[in-house]
């Protein structure tokens, strides 16, 4: 394929897709997307540390050949206005794997946010955010080490999937009309009115996605969030979905929390990974008190959405909560947080969301070595209290350092491994 803006790397090979499984070459090809607002700033310190981290972890065997893709106002400015160009997502497509930095949304009418728009274009059904405390990071509860889940959200159906009728529309009065004399439902005069889709295709697709991964990374619980206690119909049905693909396709692996009472005493059979559920109001409550009791969690769009940031906010918040956005192979790592614009070039925002995002990546493409590289020097960093403005302000005689001097201090150590 080529391409009228994007430039692939002279060398490296992209990434295939073989037997259900990602081929990847000592020398693949990987997209980026810079963002907007502080995204070109953290891309440049995350490649960096990137680069070293394979450097050192394979000793120049292997390497990365980035290819640059355009997204937000750096695409409109090389595509003429377009802010979304089509051959970015082919891009996405070709090269399999991709990272992204955060994306403004133009205000302006019927604008649909980019992130939003790349999900849905690519399908990339669930939104990974694994939550996990690094040594030394400011945080407000006391025993931060208990906290380590990884959410598998979903990331297409939902309030999200925008089937909504603005209150006084014709559509919406069609719809009331149909609702009130069809199907015997009472609400107010003039309600804005929204539709929830969750389906048993888009459910297990994503449940199957966290199972999976709690098997492969022998994690010992999923946990379905869900408020099937009122919606019945749609988190419910999430949930009974869930025991379903459990118990339809993972019975060798996997027993509900019923099962594990009634016939193991409540003791978990090794190997075992432990289906259970808990209802979303409680599930906020327990992730504060009782974070040690969850591993991996999957839920609907809107709960995740809530839930990712809150489990972050107890081991750093967004400016170091790294996420990804999955197919079934198809993958583009992401910064959670936004494009602050107001600290744009100035050198100064923390990296780590992206920088995490991207030791997802890595772990992604099986290059554990130069992942665990960034996760052993990561917290070295942060005791050495050696961060930017945002930890620097929540920790006592703390040497304040901008986004390239973070990286700085993490290629030091890389190179010292
Ligand atoms: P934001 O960009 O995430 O920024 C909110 C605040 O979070 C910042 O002012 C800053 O707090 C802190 N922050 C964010 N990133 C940080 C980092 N790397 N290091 C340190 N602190 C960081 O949220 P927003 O202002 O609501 O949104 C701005 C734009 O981003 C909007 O156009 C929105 O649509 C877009 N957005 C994009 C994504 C995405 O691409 N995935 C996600 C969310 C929002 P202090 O001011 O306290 O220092």
């Given at each position: 394929?080529?391409?009228?803006?994007?430039?692939?790397?002279?060398?490296?090979?992209?990434?295939?897709?073989?037997?259900?499984?990602?081929?990847?070459?000592?020398?693949?090809?990987?997209?980026?997307?810079?963002?907007?607002?502080?995204?070109?700033?953290?891309?440049?310190?995350?490649?960096?540390?990137?680069?070293?981290?394979?450097?050192?972890?394979?000793?120049?065997?292997?390497?990365?050949?980035?290819?640059?893709?355009?997204?937000?106002?750096?695409?409109?400015?090389?595509?003429?206005?377009?802010?979304?160009?089509?051959?970015?997502?082919?891009?996405?497509?070709?090269?399999?794997?991709?990272?992204?930095?955060?994306?403004?949304?133009?205000?302006?009418?019927?604008?649909?946010?980019?992130?939003?728009?790349?999900?849905?274009?690519?399908?990339?059904?669930?939104?990974?955010?694994?939550?996990?405390?690094?040594?030394?990071?400011?945080?407000?509860?006391?025993?931060?080490?208990?906290?380590?889940?990884?959410?598998?959200?979903?990331?297409?159906?939902?309030?999200?999937?925008?089937?909504?009728?603005?209150?006084?529309?014709?559509?919406?009065?069609?719809?009331?009309?149909?609702?009130?004399?069809?199907?015997?439902?009472?609400?107010?005069?003039?309600?804005?009115?929204?539709?929830?889709?969750?389906?048993?295709?888009?459910?297990?697709?994503?449940?199957?996605?966290?199972?999976?991964?709690?098997?492969?990374?022998?994690?010992?619980?999923?946990?379905?969030?869900?408020?099937?206690?009122i919606m019945k119909f749609t988190e419910g049905a999430f949930r009974n979905w869930g025991y379903e693909v459990a118990a339809q396709?993972?019975?060798?692996?996997?027993?509900?929390?019923?099962?594990?009472?009634?016939?193991?005493?409540?003791?978990?059979?090794?190997?075992?990974?432990?289906?259970?559920?808990?209802?979303?109001?409680?599930?906020?409550?327990?992730?504060?008190?009782?974070?040690?009791?969850?591993?991996?969690?999957?839920?609907?769009?809107?709960?995740?959405?809530?839930?990712?940031?809150?489990?972050?906010?107890?081991?750093?918040?967004?400016?170091?909560?790294?996420?990804?956005?999955?197919?079934?192979?198809?993958?583009?790592?992401?910064?959670?947080?936004?494009?602050?614009?107001?600290?744009?070039?100035?050198?100064?925002?923390?990296?780590?969301?992206?920088?995490?995002?991207?030791?997802?990546?890595?772990?992604?493409?099986?290059?554990?070595?130069?992942?665990?590289?960034?996760?052993?020097?990561?917290?070295?960093?942060?005791?050495?209290?050696?961060?930017?403005?945002?930890?620097?302000?929540?920790?006592?005689?703390?040497?304040?350092?901008?986004?390239?001097?973070?990286?700085?201090?993490?290629?030091?150590?890389?190179?010292?491994?």
């Amino acid at each position: 394929m080529t391409y009228k803006h994007i430039t692939l790397p002279e060398s490296g090979d992209k990434i295939a897709v073989a037997d259900g499984k990602l081929q990847v070459s000592d020398n693949p090809i990987l997209g980026f997307v810079e963002g907007d607002g502080i995204g070109p700033d953290i891309t440049k310190a995350s490649l960096r540390v990137w680069d070293a981290a394979v450097k050192q972890a394979y000793g120049g065997k292997r390497k990365i050949h980035w290819a640059e893709l355009y997204m937000g106002e750096k695409a409109a400015a090389v595509y003429d206005g377009d802010y979304f160009p089509a051959e970015t997502l082919q891009a996405c497509r070709d090269l399999v794997v991709s990272i992204k930095g955060p994306l403004t949304t133009p205000i302006g009418g019927g604008f649909r946010s980019l992130n939003v728009s790349l999900r849905q274009n690519l399908d990339l059904y669930a939104c990974v955010r694994p939550v996990r405390y690094y040594t030394g990071v400011p945080s407000p509860l006391r025993h931060p080490e208990n906290v380590d889940v990884v959410i598998f959200r979903e990331n297409t159906e939902d309030v999200y999937s925008g089937i909504e009728f603005a209150a006084g529309s014709a559509e919406n009065e069609k719809l009331a009309k149909f609702l009130r004399d069809e199907m015997g439902c009472e609400f107010f005069e003039g309600a804005g009115l929204g539709v929830k889709p969750i389906s048993e295709f888009g459910s297990k697709r994503l449940i199957r996605k966290a199972i999976r991964f709690a098997i492969d990374h022998s994690r010992e619980s999923v946990t379905l969030v869900h408020k099937g206690n009122i919606m019945k119909f749609t988190e419910g049905a999430f949930r009974n979905w869930g025991y379903e693909v459990a118990a339809q396709e993972f019975a060798e692996n996997t027993v509900s929390e019923s099962d594990l009472w009634d016939k193991y005493d409540g003791q978990r059979p090794e190997g075992k990974v432990i289906i259970k559920d808990r209802i979303t109001d409680i599930m906020f409550q327990l992730m504060q008190l009782r974070p040690s009791e969850f591993d991996v969690i999957a839920t609907m769009n809107l709960n995740g959405d809530y839930l990712s940031d809150a489990a972050a906010a107890e081991v750093g918040g967004v400016g170091i909560a790294p996420g990804a956005n999955i197919a079934d192979h198809l993958a583009v790592f992401e910064a959670t947080h936004g494009t602050a614009p107001k600290y744009a070039d100035q050198n100064k925002v923390n990296p780590s969301s992206l920088l995490l995002s991207g030791v997802m990546m890595l772990e992604y493409i099986g290059w554990s070595e130069a992942a665990n590289l960034i996760n052993d020097v990561f917290p070295q960093v942060i005791e050495d209290k050696t961060v930017t403005y945002d930890f620097a302000r929540q920790m006592n005689a703390a040497t304040t350092v901008s986004t390239s001097g973070f990286a700085d201090a993490l290629i030091k150590k890389i190179e010292a491994a």
